[in-house]
């Protein structure tokens, strides 16, 4: 049985659908703060929260639990800044919780969800492993000190884990069952879709003036899918050759806001109104991944690569989610 902590979340639950798929029993952890309970449809369902020491202990003794997979984390970059406290609480030490109740109940296997956020400010693009760990904010601090901790977990307690650095998830699953649903909604493609369908006004460039090719930031986008295959050969991974890893997911080219917009014009039909701002600090110019370790390592590769399925997919659970009458 594989734990999923925050599979109730955006890519937790992606997961959980392909892992049942593929035969695999889950147990979906989640407290629902930020995730669905719409979203676990596959496996059992457990409200839960990581603070609960006992409930975790609860939980390991009545599941023959063989691995973890990681995803409840708090993600928004702008409120880790104002409230540091929350982030390192719930990112780092009910993370230590979770390890706790593993060794005690002898789970060898780990799959964290981490992220590019651990990278910083980038010196050279594109982004590999090697590349110096520099995060900007508490978020991304956040994360590090788990990759840190699981470090050296593995060299003291022979803890076996895959570290997934991401970089900027997007899409849908395809046959339209989950997606793409925050509250509040901080990313690039939803609000985009938001703007299409009438639900914002417009959307918001923060810089124009960047070095690159229109002017805007330019973002390495990985399908949520692909993200989902990367979990799974991550596991099976672990569970065959044993070696702790750390791995980027990325498709390895990048996408400007401009050309997110203009291709998003294009699959929905709409006229999207963007509205031209000033930068906002700390966005990077250029964040594109290196993703050829994963490829090598675990035999990854991206099949929904291109920006066009990313949009299509993310536009078929976006005109679900909202529904037709929003529609103008």
Known sequence: MILITGGAGYIGSH??????????????????IYGH??????????????????????????????????????????ESVKDPERYYINNVSNTLNL??????????????????????????????????????????????????????????????????????AGGADPEGDIGEWHEPETHLIPLVLDAAMGVR??????????????????????????????????????????????????NGNGFSVKQVIEEARRITGRDIK?????????????LIADPKRAMKVLGWKPEYNDLTTILETAWKWHKGLRGEKEFH
């Open 274 to 286: 963007a509205v031209e701002n000033a930068r906002r600090a700390g966005d990077p110019p250029v």
């Open 15 to 32: 997961v959980n659908k392909l892992l049942s798929l593929k035969g695999y029993e889950t147990l979906v952890l989640d407290n629902l």
């Open 201 to 250: 006004e417009d959307i918001r460039i923060f810089g124009t003036d960047y070095n690159t090719p229109d002017g805007t930031c330019v973002r390495d986008y990985i399908h949520v899918v692909d993200l989902a295959q990367a979990h799974r050969i991550s596991l099976e991974y672990l569970l065959k050759e044993g070696q702790s890893r750390i791995f980027n997911l990325g």
């Open 37 to 78: 309970k719409e979203f676990a449809k596959w496996g059992t369902f457990l409200n839960g929260d990581l603070k609960d020491v006992e409930g975790l202990r609860e939980l390991f003794e009545s599941y023959p639990i063989k691995a973890v997979m990681h995803f409840a984390g708090f993600t928004y970059v702008e």
């Open 99 to 168: 390890l706790q109740a593993m060794l005690e109940f002898n789970v060898k296997y780990f799959i964290f969800s981490s992220s590019s956020a651990v990278y910083g400010n980038p010196i050279e693009i594109p982004i590999s492993e090697g590349h110096p760990l520099n995060p900007m904010n508490p978020y991304g601090k956040s994360k590090l000190m788990v990759e840190n901790i699981l470090k050296d977990y593995s060299g003291a307690y022979g803890l076996m884990y895959a570290s997934l650095r991401y970089f900027n």
